[in-house]
C-alpha cells in the first residue's frame, strides 16, 4: 500500500498562496504589506504558514533582505501566473454582467481633452442607449485584463496579435508659440529656432531631432533648464504662455491656431511623424454591438 503526503491533495490558504506570490515579487514582506493592504507582520505570518504546509522553505531571510530558496523559485512563476489567470477571469466575468449597452474607453489624456470630447455629444446623439465611460491613459493598455472595451492609441503599427488594430490618422506635428514669443524673437527660417527655448516632450523625446533633420539641419540642445512636460495639453498651456516653443499634434491646436492665441511661424516645415492613431479592442469583441456603433460612428 501506498500512502501520499498528507498535504499533496490539500491546497494552502488563498491567502497565503497571495502573500507567498506579492513577497516573491517584491523579494520584501513590507512591500507585499503595502500592496495587499495588511500588516508585515501579518504577510510573514502567512508565508510561514504555506511553508509549514507545504513542508519546504520558500525563503531565504537574512539581515539583507529576501530570497528565493530553489523551491521558491521553481513555485514563484506558476503561482503569479495562475493570480493572473484568475484575475482576468473574473474581469471578464464581471464584464459579461454588465449591460451590453455600457461602453469603456481608453485614450491618452490630451486626445481625450482635445479631440474625443467635442465630439462624443454627438455620439451620444446618434446612439442615446449606450452609456459611454471614458478613463484616460499614457500606457500600453491590457485589453484582455483590464476592465476596457476599446481604446484609441498612438503606436507605429505593432499591435498583439489578439488585438483588432484600425488605423485612424497619422500624426502630423507643428511648430508653436506664443505671439509675444514669437514678436520679440521672430522666425523667418528654420535656424532661426535655435534661439529659442524649445519645450520637450516626454513620450516624444525624439521630436525635435525629427524636426530639424526635416529642415535639413543639425540637431540642437535646448537650453539647461528647459521645460519638459508628460502631456501634450501641457506643452500648449506652456507655449500659450510664452515659456518657449512646441511641437504638438496639428488637430491639438485647430483652435488656438485660429483665433491668435498660438502661431505657426514655419507651416511649410509641418512633419508627419512614422506613427499614427490606432482603435484597438480584443479581437473576440468584434461582434460586440455597442463596439460596433463606435467603430462606425468614428470611420463616418
Known amino acids: 500500500m501506498s500512502f501520499s503526503h498528507p498535504n499533496a491533495t490539500r ?22 504589506a503595502e500592496e495587499l493592504h495588511v500588516t508585515q507582520g501579518a504577510v510573514s505570518r502567512l508565508v510561514q504558514q504555506l511553508e509549514t504546509d507545504l513542508g519546504v522553505t520558500l525563503f ?35 464584464r ?13 489624456p490630451t486626445f481625450a481633452m482635445r479631440w ?20 484616460s491613459a499614457d500606457r500600453p493598455v491590457d485589453f484582455a485584463h483590464e476592465p476596457v472595451d476599446v481604446g484609441i492609441q498612438y503606436g507605429g503599427g505593432q499591435w498583439p496579435d489578439e488585438l483588432t488594430a484600425e488605423f ?43 524636426w530639424f533633420a526635416a ?5 540642437t540642445t535646448s537650453p539647461r533648464g528647459s521645460p519638459a512636460f508628460e502631456h501634450f495639453f501641457m506643452s500648449i498651456e ?22 491668435g492665441r498660438l502661431i505657426e511661424p514655419l507651416p511649410g516645415h509641418r512633419v508627419r511623424r512614422p506613427g499614427g492613431y490606432y482603435l484597438l479592442h480584443l479581437k473576440t469583441r468584434d461582434r460586440d454591438p455597442a463596439i460596433r456603433a463606435f467603430r462606425t460612428w468614428l470611420f463616418s
Open 238 to 259: 506652456a507655449a500659450m504662455n510664452g515659456l518657449g516653443l512646441a511641437l504638438v499634434p496639428d488637430f491639438y491646436v485647430t483652435a488656438e491656431l485660429r483665433d
Open 11 to 32: 491546497l494552502p490558504s488563498l491567502n497565503a498562496l497571495r502573500a507567498f506570490a506579492v513577497a516573491g515579487r517584491h523579494l520584501s514582506f513590507t512591500k507585499a
Open 116 to 135: 474625443f470630447m467635442p465630439r462624443l455629444a454627438d455620439f451620444q446623439r446618434l446612439n442615446p442607449d449606450i452609456t459611454v465611460d471614458v478613463t
Open 168 to 210: 485612424l490618422f497619422p500624426e502630423t506635428v507643428v511648430l508653436v508659440g506664443s505671439p509675444a514669443l514669437l514678436k520679440g524673437k521672430p522666425i523667418k527660417k528654420p535656424d532661426d529656432v535655435r534661439r529659442h527655448t524649445l519645450l520637450t516632450h516626454s513620450t516624444r523625446p525624439e521630436a525635435w531631432a525629427e
Open 96 to 108: 459579461s454582467g454588465r449591460p451590453a449597452n455600457h461602453l469603456a474607453i481608453t485614450m491618452l
Open 60 to 94: 531565504r531571510r537574512s539581515p539583507r533582505g529576501l530570497a528565493l530558496t530553489e523551491a521558491g523559485a521553481a513555485y514563484l512563476p506558476a503561482l503569479s501566473d495562475a493570480f493572473e489567470r484568475m484575475i482576468a477571469a473574473t474581469k471578464l466575468v464581471a
Open 215 to 219: 529642415a535639413g539641419l543639425k540637431s
